[in-house]
């Protein structure tokens, strides 16, 4: 079934996720001028201790908010717009940067909004017609699936990580907002009300705060539209506005995590994330799923840098996060899925010794034996869950020792993970992934790869996949016209500056493959200006050997020769003599590259794509 996919995209495809190309009338336009938005965005990051935003800070919020209301002027669908300008109360106000923490997020790129509106559509594809999911996704046609297996990846999530369900959703509710989208963003927030009423017999110590969050959108969505959007108030009268003072500490605690969920889902600043949830733990400790989100959050930050400074073990605070959440409940799935990735990156990175949780290996034989009858039990427990399946297989055919790979276990998780859903685009790529590193079969993964770009054009890794592909293929593909034609568009405009430098330096190195080398100068000159580190070449010819590049062409002695040439003319060319050389050196290792300030987190469109003038998107913040 998987092999019919794959030389069939387009059958594939019909299923995707809506596109995310962004029309030329963006709703957020320039950001405002009111001598308001002299405010630093740390000045008007909302405290945990507080519980309060300074007045100059709420005028700089309504400043944003005004933008994005008159951005709908010009969108097809509100040509009466009247109640629009309706004042936006500072108590509503007040309440919502309480929920979101961070005014920048209603100033953010409008290619963000519209990644985040991207990534959450697949994750709320997962649902079924029946039964508690049937209440959280909206617009999915979900009919016609009664011959298949339903996914149970949401109703996993709401029960066992309710926070971060309902965090999700109001981040795909913000998205709304400020993309301009009322009508869906209501719609949405009729789900997010159902959400909290199933979580309410599941969590109810947790649904004052989700009251609070529900409440706060809902009269922000009526009081700002003159309440033409008609939002039914499911408790209270109609715009009663909810006082985050007047919450217990739990509640406060509560509309804490969802704000931390936002940020994980806006690419806000992982220390901003990783800040709140160690105060939240520390006020309360009681709540599983919360030390599960900082180990995470730590993690992510762990990764959060170019890679060259990743370190691959876990942390010791990231090993005390998850062994709290062992003594709390050590049968919670995700619990375990915690834990396997704290396994997973101890050993990588160590001969396999472990210690956490009570649980005590010396070498990797025991780990890794001890990992794969875990997985098997939660694959077991979980047969309907898309993410366990595609998740577990990466690591029994990509991160454990080679020797240990378990290559028919790893292709069976893929299967089932498939099967359950073919349009979850972190299946596909990992099809493409297993496709080249464990069968060799360079075509059918590039057409794995293919699929998943074409699924979610957002989708970085799967696009360097294709890149490099491409490059191994110059008779068939002109890379480096792909990659230009690529950085133009809306879903290259999400992605973070230092993985746009990479596909830079690839393109350089198409050029290079095709004898182009002025262009290939060009590109890396760019690359230079930003990251050195890209330049020490020390990936390169093992790229080579996996994508098959005719090392005639291209390979890393290749290029060390030819940059010795160049730099031996570079007195033909005065202007480049400081980046011919220092191109040189780094290339050679007889200098050390600057360390890279650039990092995986973002909410404006990189700067860099000044350069490229992205096609049908504004890239400007507001």
Known sequence: MMETAAANSAAANSAAATSAAATSAAATSAAATSTAATATTDEAIVTLATGSLPNYNVNLVVCYLNQIRK???????YASTSYLEAPIPNEVVKSLMEIVGNPELFNAAYCCYRRVLNQLSFQFFNTNKTGLSDTINSG???????????????????????????????????????????????????????????LLHLYSDLDE??????????CFLNMTTGNHLNIVSHQEGKNVIPIFDDLTAK?????RVVQSHIFRNFRCKSNQLVDTLKQVVIEDDSVTEWWITLAEAVRRKRRDVPKHYRGKRPLDEEYQYVDKALKLDSENPFVK???????????????????????????SGETVAFMKDSCRKLLKQFPRSVKFHSQISDYFARF???????????????????????????????LGIFNRMSKGALTTSFEWFKITEKMDSYHFNSFMECVKNMIGRPEDYNAAEVIEEKLCTPGACSWPEVDILELIFYKGIAHFSRKEYE?????????????????RLCDLDQTCGFYNWDETLISRDKLQIWMKNEKSKVDQCPTRTEFVTLLYNLMIGTVEPKKSN?????????????????????????
């Not at 650039?598 to 507001?622: A, E």
């Open 209 to 218: 705060g989700f009251y609070f969050v529900a409440k706060t959108f809902e």
């Open 140 to 198: 999915n046609d979900v009919e016609n699936k009664s011959d298949r297996i339903i996914p149970s990846d949401l109703e996993d999530q709401i029960q066992y990580k309710p926070t971060e369900a309902f965090g999700d959703k109001v981040a795909q509710i913000i998205a709304y907002i400020c993309a301009g989208e009322l009508l869906p963003a209501s719609e949405e927030l009729t789900n997010l009300q159902r959400m909290r009423d199933n």
């Open 519 to 535: 262009e290939a100068l060009e590109a890396w000159e760019l690359v230079s200006i930003h990251n050195e580190e890209i330049f």
């Open 251 to 255: 509640g406060k605690l509560t509309v």
């Open 400 to 430: 454990v020792t080679l020797c240990y790979f378990d290559i028919p276990f790893a292709e069976e998780c893929l299967d089932v993970a498939y099967n359950l859903n073919p349009n979850y685009p972190p299946t596909t790529h990992r």
């Open 337 to 363: 899925l915690t834990l396997m990735d704290c396994i997973i990156d101890c050993l990588r990175d160590s001969k396999g010794s472990f210690v956490c949780g009570g649980i005590t290996f010396t070498n």
């Open 598 to 622: 650039l990092y995986y987190n973002s909410l404006s469109c990189p700067g860099i794509f000044q350069r490229f003038k992205p096609k049908n998107i504004d890239t400007t913040n507001g």
């Open 71 to 77: 951005g709908l002027t010009s969108m097809e669908g």
